[in-house]
């Protein structure tokens, strides 16, 4: 069975700070994986996608940035945190090929102060 | 690009009544319509899809409608369960895609 790992559960940082966050996917090779933003209350907006090893594109210009070293595993970061940064980060995962279903992770919750 | 616009910010329903959930989006090449399911503090996880080959699709207690001159689907649950609280997120995407446009959310009370 797949499993999805997101780390950390939960931030809190300060303005300007560096960030990482990690997603790992276990039990599925060569998934499709997206990165999520989901402010308090609110809609999902897409951040990322990646659909091989080494290749991600971007949806949104959010000052962050994301990495696909293995196949499975996704980064986002960013070097200057912004107090808009804030709320849940969401990654996930679909089998090869467009248009499937998303399997997501149980997210980050990020507090940018 | 694609927007996908949720009708209903909240909807309240006695337990054992009918709800309905309406999506609208632009986008005449979406091909793909899931709907996920948000409970309090938590992940969302997937609970039904359509594709844009069929009009209807159910799964026990769920169906989705899909009307494609409308460019609208919609999600009908019925004898609610107060389990069913939860926010329920529309979404599509177009065929082959990777971007999947999430409507703003439907937070669904249903109470005993």
């Known amino acids: 069975a797949q499993t999805i790992h997101q780390w950390p559960v939960a931030e809190i940082k300060a303005v300007g700070s560096p960030l990482s966050l990690g997603c790992t996917i276990k039990g599925k090779s060569s998934p499709n994986l997206y990165w999520y933003w989901q402010a308090t209350g609110g809609t999902l907006q897409q951040l990322f996608y990646s659909i091989t090893v080494g290749q991600v594109e971007s949806v949104v210009q959010l000052n962050l940035s994301a990495s696909r070293p293995k196949d499975d595993q996704f980064i986002l970061s960013t070097e200057k945190l912004l107090l808009s940064h804030s709320g849940f980060y969401l990654c996930a995962w679909s089998p090869t090929g467009g248009n499937e279903r998303l399997f997501f992770g149980h997210g980050t919750k990020l507090s940018v102060l | 690009g694609e927007k996908v616009e949720q009708h209903e910010s909240t909807l309240s329903v006695r337990e054992g009544d009918s709800a309905v959930i309406n999506c609208t989006y632009t986008?005449?090449?979406?091909?793909?319509f899931p709907w996920y399911k948000q409970e309090a503090g938590k992940s969302l996880h997937f609970v039904i899809d359509?594709?844009?080959?069929?009009d209807r699709k159910q799964s026990q207690r769920l169906t989705v409608l899909l009307d494609k001159k409308a460019k609208r689907f919609s999600l009908h649950i019925t004898a609610t369960q107060p389990e069913d609280s939860a926010i329920y997120f529309c979404?599509?995407?177009?065929?082959?895609?990777?971007?999947?446009?999430f409507g703003s959310g439907t937070r669904l009370l249903v109470s005993p």
């Open positions: 986008d005449t090449a979406s091909s793909y």
């Open positions: 359509i594709r844009s080959n069929v």
């Open positions: 979404a599509a995407s177009i065929t082959g895609g990777y971007k999947v446009v």
